[in-house]
Each structure stands twice: as structure tokens, then as C-alpha cells.
């Protein structure tokens, strides 16, 4: 499995904009930081719509009374709690839809 970080990001970002990692890097790491600040200033629930990307939720979880640790079997509470939630946009969905014969293919 490929794994990309933010470093990964600003090159594609600098790639695009034909401009330096070292001054595109600050732009990446805002827009990074204000969807972090959106999400933590978040009451309870929260939506971040990107168009052509999808939308970043933040969502409230019910509590569970009666949950059971499967280890010893215990009953225990778990307290409602605010959970993250992705979902990608209808031109992602349709790319991630596709059989992966024909991905390899392209």
C-alpha cells in the first residue's frame, strides 16, 4: 500500500502551481490548519464541503449503555463522543467504482 504525507502534497501543489516546495509549503500547511481549527472549534457536528473532492464530517455518536469489552466480557458505558467521517465526492465515488482491471490498464 502507497502511503502519502504532507510532503508528498506540497510537491504535487508545487508541480501544479510551477512554483517552489520551500513557498508553497506555508500554503498547504494553512489550508491544513484551518480545516483542523473548523473541525476542533466544532459544537458538536460540523461539515466541510471541498466540490470535486468531498465533504469532511464531524459527527456526534450516540452513547452506548450496555456495550461489552470482548476480552472479559464485562459490560461497560461508553459515553457519546464526536467521531470523523470522509465522503467522497460523485467523480472519486465513480473513479473508485471502476473495476481494477481497468485501472491498471490507463
Known amino acids: 500500500m502507497m502511503t502519502y504525507t504532507k510532503r508528498d502534497v506540497v510537491r504535487r ?7 517552489p516546495m520551500i513557498k508553497v ?4 500547511d494553512s489550508v491544513i490548519d484551518s480545516l483542523r481549527s473548523i473541525m476542533l472549534s466544532a459544537d458538536t457536528e460540523c461539515r466541510i464541503e471541498i466540490r470535486d473532492f468531498g465533504v469532511l464530517e464531524v459527527k ?5 449503555p450496555k456495550a461489552r469489552n470482548p ?12 467521531k470523523t ?4 465526492s460523485k467523480l472519486l465515488k465513480e ?3 471502476q473495476p481494477l482491471e481497468d485501472v491498471k490498464k490507463k
Do not use: Q
Open 85 to 88: 467521517h470522509f465522503k467522497p
Open 95 to 97: 473513479f473508485l467504482r
Open 13 to 19: 501543489v508545487a508541480e501544479a502551481m510551477d512554483e
Open 25 to 28: 509549503e506555508p500554503w498547504v
Open 60 to 64: 456526534e455518536t450516540k452513547a452506548k
Open 71 to 82: 476480552k472479559t466480557n464485562e459490560v461497560i458505558y461508553v459515553p457519546a463522543h464526536r
